[in-house]
């Protein structure tokens, strides 16, 4: 489903001038199946979100290719990328990024509406999801109306709503107690079981971890099969 | 995204942000509606002037210069397109007098052909054409140009001891009606301002209808080519034999038959080698001095719409920084660069178009007031009758002036919007989603 073949990437820092570079991905080169829960864990800073943003196109690497399903995505221009994302990828983030002045309804309508779908289309489909995530009660609702849990719900919502093969996941959980986590980690198991979904999961939690076919640890800039798990 | 939700979109952002947007929308207005308004008034001075010149004189008219000017070459301009009469007068140049009931005038004897006077819009108020060389139509204010000589030297001596009261005093005019009357008439030397003593006797038998507009005065005497003999031969003996001014003096208007044919006529008059002048000559100077006027009022005016323009510019950055991580959201979801710009650029345009259509319904609010309480306001400064019969525009606002100030303002809302949207394109996804809530 998705190779990343020698990627490297590195940050420049410190001021105009005197930057220096520093190295973040080193040669990495990875794969995930179609179907499969990947998640990658590692410590603070050791390069997990970077290397989703290079995967999921918000960041071109310094060097290497990315491999969506037969498709070279790291030649992509902006434009192109965002088609490619709409059409294939979806997102969860820490921090939910829904947009405050939408409802629930309208926040999971949006990437519909990016896609030029019409509006009895859009209206029936987001009824039938909301239904099938448990979101009904709330569909009026606007974000900062909403608890944790259930924002996250609707960001899950949102990704799910074009029907997209791969769903990236950056700290899903991360803002949520253990009990919500629970909830949020039943329903990717059930999407990834039901329709299919590939799933990458970046996580410090081992539970989370846990809940993949493959856990990769990223340590100095490469990634390695088969991470610590403390599970238990 | 469909265009109607990308409406939606902007209509929601609007929304969220009414006071901004209101301030910048007054702002572009308020920009707008100076420019229409300042251009309006070089519009509406430009057609109180052309009023004013159509009004005040015969509007076909062309008046043809040449030294040569003969019935024959009058005959050859009626056969110009467009040429409604040719109006060829001889007129008396010399000292000439005439004497009625011992009332006396200096009125100028005029020889024309009555046939293309009439096309050219002379009529009778009374009476008939003449028919030979002793009858004549004399002007409207003929009789009131007839005075008794002997009665104004009277006057003129007690005019010096008081010079005040002699000018409110009335003339000793002639009351009579003048038609059917018959009058003498003699030519003189014009150097010596003396009659040749060959008196001829004319007949009143008609008098011409007033000019059209009240301060024109005509107390010409229209004589029949008939009559031309006659004076030539009292002319030829009354002066020196090595006289060489010629008696008449020529005159010649050729008559268009629509305003818009004038100058047509007038530049194939012009190519036959004649001077004209025509009142189509005078508009195109006015014309010319106009366009330039209204073109540095709108041009002023489109300062006005550039300050404004900086509202637009700042309310736009800020609603761009604002939604940094929204947009950011919506670029990571998959949202174009193209899109994300055509969303703010709507937006700017917007309000834009906003400014422009309240501007547009303002300034025709102002400009009828104006035209309704200033002349109120000048008139009782300058006293009532002073300026009642004035007919004064003091703001129009054509079509086209709300095209050309409509077109500024989108454009310069545009340009305005544009830069805030480009940084939106720009903005990094990565950096947007850090962002905190
Ligand atoms: N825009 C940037 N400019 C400079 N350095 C950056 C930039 N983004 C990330 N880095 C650096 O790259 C390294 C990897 O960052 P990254 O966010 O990928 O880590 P992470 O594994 O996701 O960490 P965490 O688990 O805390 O989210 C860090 O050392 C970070 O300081
Ligand atoms: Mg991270």
Request: a negative charge; aromatic letters at 8%; charged letters at 20%.
């Amino acid at each position: 489903m998705i190779t990343a073949q020698h990627i490297q990437h590195s940050f420049k820092i410190g001021k105009k001038g005197k930057e220096r570079p520093v190295p973040v991905l080193k040669d990495l080169s990875f794969h995930v199946e179609k179907g499969a829960i990947v998640s990658i864990v590692g410590r603070s800073g050791s390069g997990k979100s970077t290397l989703l943003h290079i995967l999921a196109g918000f960041l071109k690497p310094d060097s290497g290719t990315i491999t969506v399903d037969g498709t070279v995505t790291s030649d992509f221009n902006e434009t192109d990328s965002a088609a490619f994302r709409l059409d294939r990828f979806g997102f969860i983030f820490q921090n939910f990024q829904l947009m405050p002045g939408l409802t629930t309804f309208e926040n999971i309508e949006l990437p519909l509406k990016l896609k030029g779908i019409s509006r009895t289309v859009r209206k029936a489909e987001v009824n039938e999801l909301l239904q099938q995530v448990g979101l009904q009660e709330v569909r009026d609702h606007y974000p900062n109306e909403l608890s944790g849990g259930q924002q996250q719900r609707v960001s899950i919502a949102r990704a799910l709503i074009t029907n997209p093969p791969v769903i990236f996941a950056d700290e899903p959980t991360g803002s949520l107690d253990s009990e919500t986590e629970q909830e949020i980690l039943a329903l990717i198991r059930s999407l990834n079981r039901t329709r299919g979904i590939t799933f990458v999961i970046i996580t410090h939690d081992d539970e989370v971890a846990a809940i993949a076919d493959t856990i990769y640890h990223m340590h100095d800039g490469v990634l390695a099969a088969g991470g610590v798990h403390h599970a238990g | 995204m469909q265009v109607k939700d990308q409406f939606d979109f902007v209509r929601q952002h609007i929304r969220k942000n009414k006071l901004r947007v209101f301030m910048t929308v007054l702002a572009a207005t308020m920009g707008t509606a100076f420019l229409i308004i300042l251009a309006s008034v070089g519009f509406g001075i430009q057609d109180t002037l052309r009023k004013e010149i159509l009004d005040n004189r015969l509007v076909t008219q062309v008046e043809v210069y040449a030294a040569d000017l003969n019935a024959e070459k009058a005959e050859e301009m009626k056969k110009i397109d467009h040429v409604n009469a040719v109006v060829f007068r001889q007129n008396v140049g010399t000292w000439q007098k005439s004497e009625l009931d011992g009332f006396t005038t200096y009125s100028q004897l005029t020889v024309s052909d009555f046939k293309e006077e009439a096309k050219a819009g002379f009529a009778l108020a009374e009476g008939r054409l003449p028919k030979n060389a002793q009858e004549v139509v004399v002007g409207h204010d003929f009789a009131a140009s007839l005075y008794d000589e002997s009665a104004e030297q009277t006057e003129q001596a007690t005019a010096e001891s008081d010079e005040e009261t002699s000018e409110s005093e009335p003339q000793p005019a002639y009351r009579e009606a003048v038609i059917g009357k018959t009058f003498t008439y003699e030519l003189g030397n014009f150097n010596e301002e003396k009659s040749f003593g060959q008196p001829i006797q004319l007949t009143i038998v008609g008098i011409a209808k007033a000019p059209a507009k009240d301060f024109i005065q005509d107390s010409r005497i229209y004589a029949d080519a008939a009559v031309i003999p006659e004076l030539e031969s009292i002319y030829a003996k009354g002066m020196p034999e090595d006289n060489e001014e010629p008696l008449f003096s020529a005159n010649l208007n050729v008559y268009a038959d629509k305003l818009e044919n004038v100058k047509s006529v007038t530049q194939v008059l012009k190519k036959d080698g004649y001077d004209v002048y025509s009142i189509s000559e005078e508009l195109d100077q006015i014309d010319v001095f106009f366009l330039a006027l209204k073109a540095g009022l709108i041009f002023v005016g489109t300062i006005a719409i550039l300050i404004s323009s900086i509202g637009i510019f700042n309310t736009m950055t800020m609603a761009v920084t604002e939604r940094t991580r929204e947009i950011g959201v919506m670029k990571a979801l998959g949202a174009k660069p193209k899109l994300i710009q055509r969303l703010f650029l709507l937006e700017s345009a917007w309000i834009g178009l906003l400014g422009t259509v309240i501007a547009v319904v303002l300034s025709y609010a102002i400009s009828m007031l104006a035209n309704f309480v200033l002349p109120m306001i000048v008139g009782a400064a300058l006293g009532e009758d002073g300026f009642s019969d004035l007919d004064v525009t003091f703001s129009i606002i054509p079509w086209q002036l709300v095209l050309i100030a409509s077109a500024i303002s989108l454009a310069v809302a545009m340009i305005s919007g544009w830069r805030p949207a480009r940084k939106a394109t720009q903005i990094d996804v990565i950096d947007a989603l850090r962002q905190e809530l």
